[in-house]
């Protein structure tokens, strides 16, 4: 539970005048800088990439790319990125009830539009503020998404018709997805395990690993469990492990005094060759070039 009482965001400061739907695509902050807060209209939150974790309510909740929220009126929350290093990218869709149906004006809830005449026979059962989407529901929602940001950043004619139009269509397969939710039980057990195989690995990337070692951990198949990671994560196994030795070298060559061979050596790689291969691709630079410019910033502050 966060110490410091939450933020208040007013409708008047997101919604454009006369309106009652905006969608902003976020980058969130890091865990000092996050803003724990509530709102007065409903939020749709959509996590469109990489790691990170939502405090709801108290609860908090690792998320990755397909993960959805709802959240009602004066329900506090926050979104925060895993590290400095690491992305959040969130989708938030806001609105009020009486935008999709203007019957619903003077309603403040998500589950108020179950009254309304558009969702009959979908919205009937008890809904839960969370939603793990599956990979192949992931790319049907994000192309609708893209759609309903396009046509809220372009305005064109009509927009607003086409984006209420395309809301209900996004609440009914949200409810689709809430029917198959036994499919979204497992799919969540699957995602967890990928989750402590990441875990693992970040307490143990200096180390050498074999992949089948590390799926049988998690009780897959060694090519289920190579998929299931890269759509998690957004990149294999290796280069997940790639990154987390790169970072730690990064803040290892802050200091002068160490050798990059003896660098290389400590975060896990086998020889200096293969530790400059992947400094320079995922850097973009030679790993001397790197700790030169480094100097040179340290000594421009002094």
């Given amino acids: 539970m966060e110490a410091r009482p939450p933020l208040k965001y007013n409708s008047l400061n997101y919604f454009r005048p006369g309106e009652l739907f905006a969608i902003i695509r976020y980058h969130e902050p890091v865990k000092e800088h996050r803003i724990y807060h509530s709102h007065d209209f409903v939020e749709l939150?959509?996590?469109?990439?990489?790691?990170?974790?939502?405090?709801?309510?108290?609860?908090?909740?690792?998320?990755?790319?397909?993960?959805?929220?709802?959240?009602?009126?004066?329900?506090?929350?926050?979104?925060?990125?895993?590290?400095?290093?690491?992305?959040?990218?969130?989708?938030?869709?806001?609105?009020?009830?009486?935008?999709?149906?203007?019957?619903?004006?003077?309603?403040?809830?998500?589950?108020?539009?179950?009254?309304?005449?558009?969702?009959?026979?979908?919205?009937?059962?008890?809904?839960?503020?969370?939603?793990?989407?599956?990979?192949?529901?992931?790319?049907?929602?994000?192309?609708?998404?893209?759609?309903?940001?396009?046509?809220?950043?372009?305005?064109?004619?009509?927009?607003?018709?086409?984006?209420?139009?395309?809301?209900?269509?996004?609440?009914?397969?949200?409810?689709?997805?809430?029917?198959?939710?036994?499919?979204?039980?497992?799919?969540?057990?699957?995602?967890?395990?990928?989750?402590?195989?990441?875990?693992?690995?970040?307490?143990?990337?200096?180390?050498?690993?074999?992949?089948?070692?590390?799926?049988?951990?998690?009780?897959?198949s060694k090519n289920y469990f190579c998929k299931l990671f890269k759509d998690t994560a957004g990149m294999t196994v290796t280069e997940f492990v790639q990154k987390l030795r790169i970072e730690e070298a990064c803040k290892m060559m802050e200091n002068p005094n160490k050798k990059m061979t003896d660098i290389s050596m400590a975060i896990g790689f086998a020889d200096y060759k293969s530790f400059y291969t992947a400094f320079t691709k995922l850097v973009g630079m030679p790993p001397s070039e790197y700790r030169k410019r480094l100097e040179e910033s340290a000594q421009a502050g002094r």
């Fill in 45 to 220: 939150c959509y996590v469109a990439g990489g790691n990170g974790y939502h405090i709801l309510d108290g609860k908090e909740y690792r998320v990755t790319r397909g993960d959805l929220f709802i959240i009602n009126y004066d329900v506090s929350h926050a979104f925060y990125r895993e590290s400095v290093s690491d992305d959040l990218i969130i989708y938030n869709i806001l609105f009020k009830p009486g935008f999709v149906d203007e019957s619903l004006i003077d309603f403040n809830d998500f589950n108020s539009l179950s009254l309304s005449y558009l969702f009959n026979g979908v919205l009937d059962k008890p809904i839960h503020p969370t939603l793990k989407l599956t990979f192949e529901d992931i790319r049907e929602f994000e192309a609708l998404i893209h759609k309903i940001y396009t046509e809220y950043s372009e305005r064109r004619s009509g927009y607003i018709s086409i984006i209420r139009a395309y809301m209900i269509e996004f609440i009914i397969l949200m409810m689709r997805c809430f029917d198959r939710c036994p499919d979204n039980r497992e799919m969540s057990k699957r995602l967890d395990a990928i989750y402590a195989a990441m875990d693992f690995l970040k307490e143990n990337y200096t180390q050498s690993f074999h992949l089948g070692n590390l799926a049988s951990k998690s009780f897959f």
